[in-house]
């Protein structure tokens, strides 16, 4: 017998279903899009039931394709993003589309609660930020704007647990997950019922999941689930970590002079604690399966789905000459910005197309004609790079702050050399890339090898299964280039953020938040 772990990894855009050996080698990847649905300015839906279909013809292909015997298969364990909702009735059917956790319509909701001091008091029970896309806001707009659908609704479900819920029929989740929703003290890694009582939301307590270790083999996959997917009856189906965790297992952060950022629809940083950091106080805190620590993380979605919106609509024809020649758009971007880089370039780009500082929208500051396509990519991803440090400073400054010495790197950017080089300038820290390409399914590797007996805990699974394959370390030349762009940077957007929203008496200047 071969042994072979599964991970999947539902994220933003698309399904990832890969194929792993023991070692933590990437064999095989079956991808399927996620549709976003839209139904209003600021809602963000998926429909679950989609998003299983496109897992099971993932898995099936996955399968066939390798030739795998369904017998080799120890475990699966499938990942998701953390946060949005996936709200089911007693069958497990889902009463409405799921809410990714891009979805903004609990913000008049947060605002409301911050300005009558609700929102400090449930941030004090949850230790971690009140957010739009996090799971305790969404339930809160849904008692508030949607009474059927709480009425309808018989278990709440992250994005990772309703897919897991369809391959074994278990109902529960994590502390990662948990704590990402916003749910638990994450002291205790239990639910925070004060939590829900300063919200008055007690109602929907009795709807939570129950909580328990990602490490652990929750059932087997069922007979449907078995005929739909490929894999065998029976097959161990273990609980897994939500894909920021997932993420950082992948890149094999286990210490706290390590910080694990991935750029992707989010940026996203983390460190790790010995206990819950309370100031700065992050977008979401969790219990961390390495020593007993707390994974700090801020997020905001500000970073690498730019591009990817660029591509989409003003590269449509490099990328169809890229298709033609066997190459990716994205492949053309980096080959653009790697020459364009001795060039002047006073572009600034502003990556808040899905939200920005007090409301500042996305764009370009400082175009003139001579401007070539490449020096306009090389400012999409200098933005982007901005985004990530602004984010980076706040996680990085006050009491409980970490000191980390090196960036474990995942998403985009850690695939473009030319990039990776560029977070490195930007962020003063050394960047390091771990092997392999979806991290988020790799983390659920790590959980499924663990629970199957094959090492025997989260650290002994990362020196198996996790190497190192990149470092760059910070060009001064180019970091002193950047670090004067990014004080421009954040000067024009509180220019930007005044014009736009008109808040500037109610809110600090992110000056204020530099480094």
Known sequence: MRERLIGIDAG???????????????????RRPNVMLLPQEGWTERDAEGMWRATCESLRALMEKTGTDPADIVAVTPSGYGGGVYLVDADGVPVRNALVSTDTRSIPLIDAWKRSG????????????MWPGQTLSILAWMQQNEPETLRRTAHVLSCKDFLRMRLCGDISTDPTDAGCAGIISVSRAAISREAFEVAALQAWLDRLPPIGSPLEVVGGVGAEAAAATGLRAGTPVVRGVYDVVGCSLASGVERPDQLAAVAGTFSIHSTLHARPALDPLPTIQTPYPVGGQVLATTATPTSASNLEWLCKTMLSAEAERAFLEGRSVYEVCNDLVAGALDRQNNIL???????????????????????????IVRAVYEGVVFAHRYDMSYLLTGPDAADPKVIRLAGGPSRSAVWAQMFADGLGLPVEIASGSEFGAKGGAICAAVAAGLYADVPDAIRNMVKVEQRYEPDAERAAVLSAKYGTYLTAIDVVADLWSGDRAEAPPLRARAV
Do not use: H, W
């Open 349 to 375: 780009f502003f990556p808040f197309l899905y939200d920005g500082p007090r409301g500042a929208p996305g764009g370009f500051l400082g175009l003139r004609a001579g401007a070539q396509l490449a020096d």
């Open 12 to 30: 933003g855009t698309m399904t990832k279903v890969v194929l792993f050996d023991g070692r933590g080698n990437e064999l095989a990847c079956e």
């Open 118 to 129: 609700r929102a400090a008091a449930v941030s004090r029970c949850i230790e971690q930020q």
